[in-house]
């Protein structure tokens, strides 16, 4: 970098006195007038013609009126509309260069202004016909800059400038050109990846004939080879050799061995993981550590559990192969879920099972297979007789489902029905006197 700057200081007296002289050359020059002048005509004579083109292009009505080939000619013709008026001008310097050559012999200046609004041109079709926000960034902040190098003839130069600014290593040279050239076509090979990637598991995911956990494995999978796809197409671009790979996978190797053992093992575990299909998304699991949720993605290195309150868990997929995990729904949705209540002892025992059988039918989520409400006595309390019922559901008594709070509302219903008291746990004070007679005898609730 120090060699470029000394070169510029030692070079700069001799441009400065080059470009006095060309401004001076200019300035008398009636070449440079009539160039001027035809680009100042140019520049007004176009938004001219383009409202009059436009005009005509909506008198001819092509794009409603027309047919077959004629139709979609006038839709080409009417999507240009927006960039008429740089095309014209662009048309209009062509002429005006055919013509300068002709009559005065030079034309450099219209050649130029004609590069500056092809770089404009440029600019204005990328606002008007892309409309993804990213891909709009990209090409006006890496296309605009390459296509204006271009058409002044300046990009090989600058990319010999940015090559010769490099760092090098043993045999290894890294320039600055290389790594904004590994920048660009690796972020837009990524950005690509990223989007076919999505485009390709949504597909998957919609073959309902597969098991959903070979749709999820396929996914992955499919994941997996695309990104090493990619990477591949990145170092063919860049020129990388690529026998240089199994010096990098030996190196790769070495790092799985030490430093990256966690991060391969987690890989390797969501591969058995998809492949077994100990768990799948949808599935509700409970971890060792108590935390739970229904797992909403499987990804190669973990795996996403949502809880009910709209928390996400992220759990390293060595995790379900190394330790113990309850998965509440593998096999099947269907849960048995029971609720407690007491009745007085003055109640008719017997009449209770079928009295709550029968009301907790009532809940349509409530199932009758594997097995009906079962109503069962639990035992006898200090100041009531404990009951329990058993009801088989199918899903999570969580979430959006309250099967427990809603079967004890029948229950209560059921009860208050059938005149069945719910017993309040009850205390006797007796207060003795010196002779240990009574003198008086209370009861309370609490």
Same mark, same amino acid.
């Given at each position: 970098m120090q060699q470029y700057l000394d070169n510029f200081l030692q070079q700069w007296p001799q441009w400065r006195d080059q470009i006095l002289d060309t401004l001076l050359n200019w300035a008398t020059?009636?070449? #440079?007038?009539?160039?001027?002048?035809?680009?100042?005509?140019?520049?007004?004579?176009? =938004?001219?013609?383009? *409202?009059i083109i436009n005009r005509r292009i909506d008198a001819l009505g092509l794009a409603e009126k027309g047919r077959g080939i004629f139709r979609r000619a006038?839709?080409?013709?009417?999507?240009? *509309?927006?960039?008429?008026?740089p095309l014209v001008l662009v048309a209009l310097l062509a002429v005006a260069v055919t013509v300068l050559d002709a009559a005065v012999g030079s034309s450099w200046l219209a050649r130029l202004a004609q590069s500056a609004v092809l770089v404009w041109l440029l600019? /204005?079709?990328? $606002? @008007?016909?892309? /409309? $993804?926000?990213? @891909?709009?960034?990209?090409?006006?902040?890496?296309?605009?800059?390459?296509? /204006?190098? !271009?058409? +002044?003839?300046?990009y090989d130069d600058v990319v010999a400038f940015l090559d010769g600014i490099s760092l090098s290593v043993g045999n290894i040279r890294l320039s600055l050109y290389f790594l904004i050239k590994a920048a660009v076509f690796g972020g837009l090979f990524f950005w690509i990846g990223r989007i076919t990637s999505e485009a390709g598991r949504n597909a998957i995911q919609k073959q309902e004939t597969l098991d959903r956990g070979i749709r999820e494995l396929a996914a992955r999978l499919f994941e997996i080879v695309l990104y090493f796809i990619i990477f591949i197409l990145l170092l063919q671009v860049l020129g990388v050799d690529l026998t240089a790979l199994a010096i990098f996978g030996g190196a790769l190797g070495v790092g799985l061995g030490f430093g990256l053992q966690q991060i391969a093992a987690n890989f390797i575990s969501g591969i058995i993981v998809l492949m077994e299909r100990s768990i799948v998304v949808g599935d509700f699991v409970e971890l060792e550590d108590g935390k739970a949720g229904i797992v909403k993605h499987i990804n190669i290195r973990s795996t996403v559990l949502e809880t009910f309150d709209g928390k996400e868990i992220v759990v390293p997929n060595e995790r379900f192969i190394t330790q113990r995990f309850i998965n509440w729904t593998h096999d099947d949705p269907r849960q048995r879920y029971e609720v407690e209540f007491m009745v007085g002892y003055e109640t008719d025992l017997h009449k209770v099972p079928p009295i709550i059988e029968q009301a907790v039918l009532k809940h349509p989520?409530?199932? /009758?297979? =594997? %097995? *009906? =409400?079962?109503?069962?006595? *639990?035992? #006898?309390? &200090? !100041?009531?007789?404990? +009951?329990a019922v058993e009801f088989w559901v199918k899903g999570? &008594?969580?979430? =959006? $489902?309250k099967f427990s709070s809603d079967v004890l509302f029948l229950v209560w219903d059921a @009860?208050? %029905?059938n005149n069945i008291t719910i017993p309040y746990p009850r205390r006797e004070v007796v207060l003795l006197n010196a002779d240990g007679h009574p003198v008086a005898t209370s009861s309370a609730t609490t």
């Open positions: 020059s009636p070449q #440079f007038y009539s160039q001027a002048g035809a680009v100042v005509l140019a520049w007004l004579a176009a =938004p001219l013609l383009a *409202r006038g839709q080409l013709v009417e999507s240009l *509309r927006g960039l008429m008026r600019y /204005t079709a990328i $606002n @008007l016909y892309i /409309t $993804n926000p990213m @891909l709009r960034s990209a090409a006006i902040w890496l296309g605009i800059p390459v296509a /204006t190098l !271009h058409v +002044f003839g300046w989520r409530v199932l /009758t297979e =594997p %097995e *009906r =409400p079962d109503c069962e006595l *639990r035992g #006898f309390a &200090d !100041h009531g007789v404990k +009951f999570l &008594d969580d979430g =959006p $489902n @009860l208050k %029905e």
